[in-house]
């Protein structure tokens, strides 16, 4: 077993994470003793791709969903698509809702921490308004999960609809 194969042989391919692949292979070095563990480090990661990562970073088939948060009061973030480990989600679309009758909402869309949206508004009892269009794409993975807060109106008559596709798993 080469030294390569030998440090990842007590995980299985779902437990393996990106970190551990560039920890591993930092180990491989580009001389010709290091053949044999250039070529086994190949493999690993074209067999950890075909795991987590088979259609190369584009839409996975079959996963996608729309993702509906209602809004907090007090100007309170709320996650509405967060990812675990290897995940990574492409926002397709959102849209802002509102199910008062009384006022508008205003909301702010982040990435992270990083404003995506500032000023999305949603009239009086609107069944879905689109914030996000012809900007983008985006991507939330483990460390930036999307997320809004109200910032005017009422904070639970705002929900939140997110179109999402897997590119990762």
Not at 18 to 45: H, R, T, W
Not at 152 to 161: F, K, R, Y
Request: hydrophobic residues 40%; negative net charge; charged residues 15%.
């Amino acid at each position: 077993m080469s030294e390569i194969r030998n440090q990842l042989k007590n995980q299985n391919l779902e437990a393996v994470l990106p970190a551990s692949l560039a920890q591993v292979g930092g180990q491989v070095f580009p001389d010709e003793p290091s053949i044999q563990d250039q070529l086994d480090f190949a493999q690993i990661v074209r067999t950890w791709s075909s795991v987590h990562a088979p259609t190369y970073g584009n839409p996975i088939g079959s996963t996608s969903s729309t993702i509906t948060k209602a809004g907090a009061a007090g100007e309170a973030e709320v996650e509405v698509v967060t990812a675990t480990k290897s995940e990574v989600y492409r926002v397709q679309s959102i849209a802002l809702a509102n199910g008062g009758g009384a006022a508008p909402v205003v909301a702010k869309i982040l990435l992270g921490d990083c404003p995506l949206i500032l000023d999305a508004t949603s009239a009086p009892s609107s069944t879905g308004e689109p914030v996000l269009s012809g900007a983008g794409p985006f991507f939330v993975d483990v460390n930036s999960p999307l997320k809004f807060a109200v910032t005017s109106g009422t904070g639970t008559d705002a929900t939140l609809l997110v179109n999402v596709i897997k590119v990762s798993q």
